[in-house]
């Protein structure tokens, strides 16, 4: 079990949607360390960057305007297996086929509007924190219940 970092961006729906308290209470709920945060307007450059994997896609153009409606909140998170466990809480991409109890399956019906980005892989969180955070941005410190949030790594619990 490894300690991973991720990007979790809450996008335009959510945050004009009032729901960014409900994304973050969601990860912090589940064990998750924020260590950075920032509410920031997307530029072409970064999105294009972010999203170079769907650069040829026909929906390609309709990102880019979706998530530059509004500012979007940046959050860096850490914990085990983090990207793994993101993931589940995120949700498949479509809301409509999310499952019940995950983000996008409890708040969103929508492919293109579904409240969230989680990184995928460990190589991606590592890549996209650092793309939208310096390291003065990024914040160490340790959370009272750890211990017993990791209880199969800490004997104790
Ligand atoms: P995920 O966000 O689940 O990792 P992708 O990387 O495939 O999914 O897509 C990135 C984002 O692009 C999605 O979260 C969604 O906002 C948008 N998107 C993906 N597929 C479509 C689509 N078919 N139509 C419109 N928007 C899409």
Same mark, same amino acid.
């Not at 998750?32 to 260590?35: A, E, L, M, P």
């Given at each position: 079990m490894k300690e991973e970092k991720i990007l979790i961006i809450i996008k335009p729906d959510a945050i004009v949607r009032g729901l960014i308290g409900e994304v973050f209470t969601r990860f912090e709920r589940k064990g998750? @360390? %924020? %260590?950075g945060t920032k509410m920031i307007e997307l530029g072409d450059i970064l999105l294009d960057e972010h999203y170079a994997h769907l650069k040829? @896609?026909?929906f390609f153009a309709g990102i880019k305007k979706f998530m530059t409606a509004s500012p979007v909140m940046l959050i860096a998170a850490s914990g085990v297996n983090a990207s793994a466990a993101g993931r589940l809480i995120a949700g498949q991409t479509a809301g409509h086929e999310a499952d019940a109890g995950t983000i996008r399956g409890d708040l969103s019906m929508s492919i293109q509007s579904n409240i969230v980005h989680v990184s995928d892989t460990t190589e991606n969180g590592e890549l996209e924190v650092a793309r939208f955070f310096n390291e003065e941005e990024l914040h160490t410190y340790k959370r009272a219940d750890e211990v017993m949030i990791y209880s199969d790594v800490h004997e104790d619990f």
């Open positions: 998750f @360390k %924020i %260590i040829d @896609k026909p």
